[in-house]
């Protein structure tokens, strides 16, 4: 089947790229000229549409609004050359947007809509892939409940949409990260696992508190004991303990980051001593004092790698002395971004090129 047959697709007329400064385009307030739009109804997902990027039409019913049945994914378009622009591991997304779909109750979306979709997208749109370094088009996936219902149950109908948006940079100093016992991310049996909407809501009184206290992110701990550490609002973290890469293990309360995975495969990669495991927040501050502790970082499609200048617990605090990575994160961030680009051999095939004109 050819894209023209999967996809009903209506140009443009106007592109809008004029207006937007590829070298500085902020985070997640433009967005590409075209979008994917898909209905789910009677029972099975209709034939999808790519379309001018546009408002769409909703009632203050919609059950998404008031319920949050609804899951995202994030994955972002590089620039290489002229001719062509890669994708870094999008069947990942799909893997995880199926698993979110399913605990959501969404009924999944075909493999080849997921991600022809987006090379769909990415051919009609790659003018807008920015060509400065650190720069990106980042893929917004997403699928939700459309029933105009006010009612708490799984819905008859939904939507999948993909939009995409020019991004700078995402964290462009090292982060600083504090604990907290009174407020939790997600518990054994919850949805943290899921790229699921309610997550990202629920982190936010505690994302503000540690705000005011003079830090840019929670470094969550485990429901239960308070004493594990899980992960960061939108990162995965990773120790240097001693020359040992350490993350905490997947347990079904963190989310597995894609950027996650490759940091372990690289490690593995290079021989480099890397461990998932649960780690509790005693033996970071006790590394930490110990001096033991070379390097924290933290891991996500958004920042590729993210160096941590502080970790706050209880009154104490690790700190780094960095205006930037550390050597170990260095390593991770520019072989990472050099797959991206294609400027370094790919040995576990990442990359996936999408031709353009
Ligand atoms: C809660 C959370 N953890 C970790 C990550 C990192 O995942 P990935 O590397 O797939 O972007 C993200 C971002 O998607 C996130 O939202």
Redesign the pocket.
Known sequence: MTTDTIFNITKTSSSRIENVDLDKPGFGREFADHMLEMEYRDGKWQQPEIKPYGPIEITPALNTLHYAQSVFE?TKAYYVDGESVNLFRPEKNYERMVRSCERMCIPTIDRDIFLEGIKELIRLDHQWVPEKEGNTLYIRPFACAFDPVISARVSDTYRFFIIMSPVGSYYDRPVKLTTTQQYVRAVKGGVGAA?TAG?YAASLYPAQQAKKDGFDQVLWLDAEEHKYVE?V????IFFVIDGTLVTPNLRGT??P????DSVVQLAKHWDMPVEERRISIDEVMEAGKKDTLDEVFG????AVVAPVAEVHHNGQSVTFDIDGRGPVGQKFYDAITDIQRGQAEDPFGWVTSVEVE
């Open positions: 994030g790229k997550n992960e609002g939108t990162m995965n963190i989310l980051g894609v950027t996650r891991a996500g499609t958004a």
